[in-house]
């Protein structure tokens, strides 16, 4: 396939955007409205391929889903109601929609089979298919269930106690959804606190856990009930305009119902600290999780460090953190972000190849890279190698390059973001 032309030597990006829905928030709406008794409505329903793979994985569980646009209305029967699939159960490119589903399966008493595209097939599961076997789960697959395919034969589950070995919201909720079906209690203990979508939305559908700083509690034989979720912005999208805001010379964009939960806001404490020009306007919205609108100009920024209990903040907002870097007076410092390395890519190799094309002064360390800046980014052929969030940091790259830049799978955009290039072409 031929590579795309990206917009370069770009001047005023100026405009507002309706940032989509967030993809966390819509994986667990979904989970959550399949397991519950009732109806569940959800609105802004991010319309991603991954997300949209999740629909389709509960579908073939058994549960009745309709979607109109970003409209989904789930009709829950309960964990009872899940049913054995008649085929295999394919996440495609989400990584979330396995992880969680998992712990789902884990205590259905049927048998599953779980499978993804090639990088699904890359990426490990022994984080989460280790600790389910401490609650009674049988998974195995290629490697001693390190790699799909997966099969998953559920059964009854007795709750444990288990220390997170690395910082992993995705390992969290799955342990989450199978404590909620285990006997007795279940606690978890984070080594440092991720994003609580999946805390916020149990008590959201009516579901009960406690939780003191890193250690989360909560007790099997909970049942949940159908509800209405709104879905924010998700602020991993908004990030990329963020610091297209930001780099880009003489621009001025305001983002509309961007989330603004204190799990995931770690950008917005990164871009305040390097001297962005960044105002947020929160709502009073009464939801579950807070949101607020946020205008981002042209900046004057230098260089940090971004290390510790800050990147799980970030995690995924790393590889545009970069490039905004390579804008930045000075030296920026990314460090404990080895898990980074197994994103859809080695988004540590990733990042720096790619940024290196176009003439950044970047270099990748064991556990994250060193940027040098303020950098002129130049023209050249790049990839986001099948990585959603890479193929859009190189299309904001490409608008502050004074050469031609050509993106190879431009495609796997689509994963989070389908309507990028159009929001970005309503800025000009």
Same mark, same amino acid.
């Given at each position: ?179 909620? !079906? &285990?006997? /007795? %209690? $279940? #606690? =978890? ?12 939305? *149990? ?123 390579? !804008? &930045?007076? /000075? %030296? $920026? #410092? =990314? ?12 988004? *540590? ?80």
């Amino acid at each position: 396939m031929n590579p795309a032309m990206l917009k370069t030597n770009l001047q005023g990006l100026r405009g507002e955007i309706p940032v989509p829905g967030d993809k966390s928030i819509s994986h667990r709406s979904i989970m959550f409205g399949a397991i519950a008794k009732g109806q569940t409505k959800v609105t802004n329903f991010l319309l991603g391929e991954d997300c949209l793979s999740t629909i389709a994985c509960f579908r073939k569980l058994g549960v009745d889903i309709e979607q109109e646009d970003n409209h989904v209305t789930i009709s829950g029967a309960g964990l009872e109601g899940l049913q054995e699939p008649a085929e295999v159960l394919d996440v495609g490119n989400s990584g979330t929609t396995i992880r969680l589903l998992m712990g789902i399966l884990a205590g259905r008493p049927f048998h599953s089979v779980l499978v993804g595209d090639e990088s699904i097939g890359k990426r490990p599961m022994t984080r989460v298919t280790k600790p389910l076997g401490l609650f009674g789960a049988q998974i195995n697959g290629r490697k001693n269930g390190e790699f799909t395919p997966l099969s998953v034969k559920g059964g009854q589950l007795s709750g444990v106690t288990y220390e997170l070995p690395v910082a992993s919201a995705q390992v969290k909720s799955s342990l989450l959804f199978a404590g909620i !079906q &285990a006997s /007795g %209690e $279940t #606690v =978890i203990i984070e080594p440092v606190k991720t994003r609580d979508h999946t805390e916020r939305m *149990i008590r959201q559908f009516g579901g009960e856990l406690e939780t003191d700083g890193q250690t989360i509690r909560i007790k099997g034989g909970q049942k949940l009930t159908g509800t209405e979720i709104h879905v924010p912005g998700d602020i991993s999208s908004a990030a990329f305009f963020l610091v297209a805001g930001a780099i880009v010379p003489g621009s001025e964009i305001r983002l509309k119902n961007v989330g603004l939960n204190p799990t995931r806001t770690g950008i917005i404490d990164v871009m305040q600290r390097m001297g962005a020009d960044i105002r947020i306007e929160p709502y009073e919205n009464g939801s579950a999780e807070p949101a607020g609108d946020i205008t981002i100009r042209t900046s004057e920024l230098k260089g940090t460090v971004i290390a510790g209990d800050l990147i799980p903040r970030l995690i995924d907002e790393i590889p545009v953190i970069a490039l905004l870097a390579t !804008q &930045a007076e /000075g %030296e $920026t #410092v =990314i460090k404990d972000a080895e898990e980074l390395k197994v994103k859809e890519t080695n988004r *540590i190799d990733t990042v720096v190849n790619e940024l290196s094309k176009l003439g950044a002064d970047i270099a990748a360390t064991d556990d994250g890279m060193i940027i040098r800046g303020k950098s002129r980014l130049s023209g050249g052929t790049v990839s986001s190698h099948g990585d959603h969030r890479i193929g859009m940091m190189l299309a904001v790259a490409a608008a502050i390059s004074s050469g031609d830049v050509h993106l190879h799978q431009k495609e796997a955009i689509s994963v989070s973001y389908p309507t990028f290039f159009e929001h970005f072409d309503s800025l000009l």
